[in-house]
């Protein structure tokens, strides 16, 4: 009774309180708007408001020769000291004859890697360049197939097209010298420079060596290669996106490296063991071919899977962060947009309503409110429970109606009513308090923490700063990991995964990317409530000793 | 007469943050009684209302503790919290709120609900006369409506003792006297207990049954005013307000000796006099007197002859003020 006196009292005040109201609803909605437009058009031209992003793509990538790095073991100094030309195998797999100096080339000599060449294709819309790969090595590119495609782009792998998403994104150019591609970026003639550095083949290729004991191993490099995305600071949306597109093919090539990484070790481990026991004699190697062959299994389509992600003009395709800008093309970009913008933003608003509600303990000690409500015949644990309970409906309240605020303004702009946080209500509710309970928590645990008011008001805003901007409520996106540390990704994941369900019965040929919207919010709602509980029980046994006089 | 307040050695040293502490509140010991307007007087930062938040469960006693109509407050708070209604020196109010809600609200934290509660609050809103500014925020009061307010909100659940730190501070004359005329009404109307905090001296005069004067954190006199100025004995007290000539020891010696009734001159106090509209500091001297009458011709005499400009003189009989000066040397300072 009392607990809901003090708890009302607190969303009463609050909401009385015009400077409040206008800091906790008129600056997020205007901000998600504003971006929103910025980013999703009005949804009804097919061409998005915000295409033909001039980009300036420089490719400074010197490529990278495996051999070069390859490090020999003592015996070999170099292949050809192979006491056998391996230009003179050549043995078939199905109906295809294959010189076996030509795979081993693949290997070690003449097959220069470069994935600058393959990002200023992607960005710049091109067909990527084939040449000396696997594919000209006579094995169908085809039968290459890679697995950490989903379905519905390997469907796509082989066919394609320079007509892809990005091309409408983006209006790119290639630039040789970087300094011009800045200066244009300056002089505005472009939005973004992409520089791909000299290095960045080399970094993101694993380096192989072979140790003592005659193995091949491999070591990636910690870092892959920095790619500089410079846009000009007036076009803060444009190179937003753009960074976000360059850093999801980085992403993948990363992952592609790891792979190639760990498949070449097996393989050339497997012949050394194959070689050493004795199963190939190297001298009569010749009249041993099905055995070479048996024993080279590994490098056939099979084994070169990794790589094959890597160079299949159709597989590269998927590198471009190419889920949301399908799902843009969807349904209302505008919606999309404002789910994972206005979610972020309401959330970052909603950070500073749970720290200064908190803080307000402080206001109240000066104005001898407080004062008064220890004087009452009330236990603190009553004034603390409902002084928690009100800033978590204050909070809750915030989001809800901001996010309610949110779908009123997606369903005008759009020009027809439209929920755009997805249909499962339940879970969007439940997604709503759990994020209550992590911003009120925070608060609580903020204020507790702080030894002064001073404290708060200079500390409380860099940690919501600092948590939005891993979160991404900047748009910014950094990489996951880092991302995870901060709720607001959590939320806004939950969120866009539940948005993003919805399409399901709209779209079934989007297959794939409903799947994987699809996924459950299970893992983001545990996250949020754990997080939230932790903050909340900490908070609230710092925060008792502010009640203290 | 029972006690409804009863105080042993109570004690308050704030720590303060570089390790220094001060002792704001040196071992009071206070006994109030039922049914009577008791005055806490004594000048700013004497200890006041440290005194009060100790006795209202506001602050915890370093040592001693206090006993409300049976209650220990150290021991069972909730108890002796219900017995008393609490009016703070500052407006304890919401200011996002109405007069209505601030009471409903602060009513519910009394346990209070429903008509009954609704109907106290209409009853309180006429008491302090605003009934028809009820809705109205509080933000929006001028400062002798918020003072009423303030009050009120202490009345809500009808104690049978209330505190009241400095309650008319800030406001117009009329105001006070509202205010004043309340606190005597709760007494006489109500048969409430009233503590009642000041520095000014003529309130304690008009309100007090008992007085207690503190001055650095210590009670250094209590009693009924008769009592305390039978202290002081049957001096009355000559107050010149002089020009900025400078008066000699040999003056001030001359004062003493010639006049034969006076006992004794103070020249220029530090403090000012606690008079209102007194302003800067005038420079002052006070003579103290058997027989104010007869003395006052003499030393204006003296001070003519000595070519000292006299601006105004003040004879004052014995009251709490000459109390003051009497234990302290010092005036009751605004
Ligand atoms: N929270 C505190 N921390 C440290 N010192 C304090 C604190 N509160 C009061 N004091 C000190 O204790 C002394 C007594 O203060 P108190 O407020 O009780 O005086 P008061 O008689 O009520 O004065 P006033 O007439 O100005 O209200 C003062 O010296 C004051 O500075
Ligand atoms: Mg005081």
Known sequence: MKILAIAWKELYTTFRNRNLILLMFATPLVVSTIIGLAFGGDGDSDTPDFANIPVAVVNLDEGFNLQDEINLPAGITNPDALPFDPNDIVFTIGDTEINLGEQLNLNFDGVSLNFGDQLASILLSQPIAINNTVASAGIDSTEITCSLLDTAAENSAGNFSSESALDEL???????????????????????????????????????????????????????????????????????????????????????????????????????????????????????????????????????????????????????????????????????????????????????????????????????????????????????????????????????????????????????????????????????????????????????????????????????????????????????????????????????????????????????????????????????????????????????????? | MQAMVQTQNLRKTYKHADGTSIEAVKGVDLEIHQGEIFSLLGPNGAGKTTTISMISGLLTPTTGDAVIGGYSITKQPLEAKRLMGFVPQEIALYPELSARQNLLFFGKMYAMGGKALNQRVDELLEFIDLADRQNNRIDTFSGGMKRRVNIAVGLLHRPQLIYMDEPTVGIDPQSRRRILDTVKQLRDEYGMTVLYTTHLMEEAQELSDRVGIMDHGAIIAMGTQGELTQQVGEEDRLEFTIGAQTVTDELIERIQNKATAVTRVLYNPPEQLSEEGSESTPARLIAFAKRGRTALPLIIQILDAAGIEIQSVAVREPDLEAVFLALTGRALRD
Request: proline share 3%; net charge negative.
């Open chain 1, 170 to 549: 983006l209006d790119a150019t290639a630039v040789a010298d970087p300094d011009v591609a800045r200066a244009g970026v300056e002089e505005g003639e472009y939005a973004v420079a992409v520089i791909i550095p000299q290095e960045f083949s080399r970094q993101l290729t694993p380096r192989f060596y072979f140790e003592d004991d005659g193995r091949l191993r491999s070591d990636l490099y910690s870092e892959a290669g920095a790619v500089e995305v410079y846009a000009n600071s007036g076009r803060a949306i444009s190179g937003a996106i753009v960074r976000s597109i360059v850093e999801g093919i980085v992403n993948q090539f990363g992952r592609v490296r790891v792979a190639l990484s760990a498949t070449l070790e097996t393989s050339v481990n497997s012949l050394i063991d194959s070689l050493e026991g004795g199963e190939i004699d190297v001298s009569g190697l010749v009249a041993d071919v099905p055995a070479v062959i048996a024993n080279l299994q590994p490098l056939t389509a099979d084994a070169l899977e990794p790589l094959g992600c890597l160079i299949t003009p159709g597989a590269s395709n998927i590198t471009v962060d190419q889920q949301p800008l399908d799902a843009l093309q969807e349904a209302s970009r505008f919606a999309r947009i404002t789910v994972a913008i206005g979610s972020s933003q309401a959330v970052f608003f909603a950070l500073f309503t749970g720290i200064f509600g908190m803080y307000s303990i402080y206001e109240e000690r000066q104005q001898w409110t407080l004062q008064r409500l220890i004087v009452s015949p009330t236990p603190r644990v009553y004034l603390l429970a409902g002084k928690l309970l009100g800033n978590l409906v204050v909070v809750f309240v915030q989001l809800l109606i901001l996010l309610s605020a949110l779908t009123l303004i997606a369903s005008i702009v759009i020009g027809e009513p439209t929920f755009v946080w997805g249909s499962n209500l339940a879970l969007i509710f439940l997604v709503i308090l759990a994020l209550a309970l992590c911003v009120s928590g925070l608060g609580v645990f903020v204020v507790g923490l702080a030894k002064t008011q001073e404290q708060v008001v200079l500390f409380g805003p860099m940690i919501n700063i600092t948590l939005a901007v891993l979160g991404g409520a900047f748009s910014f996106s950094l990489p996951e990991r880092v991302s995870q540390f901060s709720f607001i990704y959590w939320g806004v994941d939950a969120f866009t995964r539940l948005a993003s369900s919805q399409l399901d019965g709209a779209t079934s040929q989007q297959a794939g990317i409903v799947a994987l919207f699809n996924t459950d919010v299970a893992l983001n709602l545990l996250v949020l409530l754990g997080q939230g509980i932790a903050l909340f029980l900490v908070g609230a046994w710092l925060f008792k000793r502010r009640m203290e006089l």
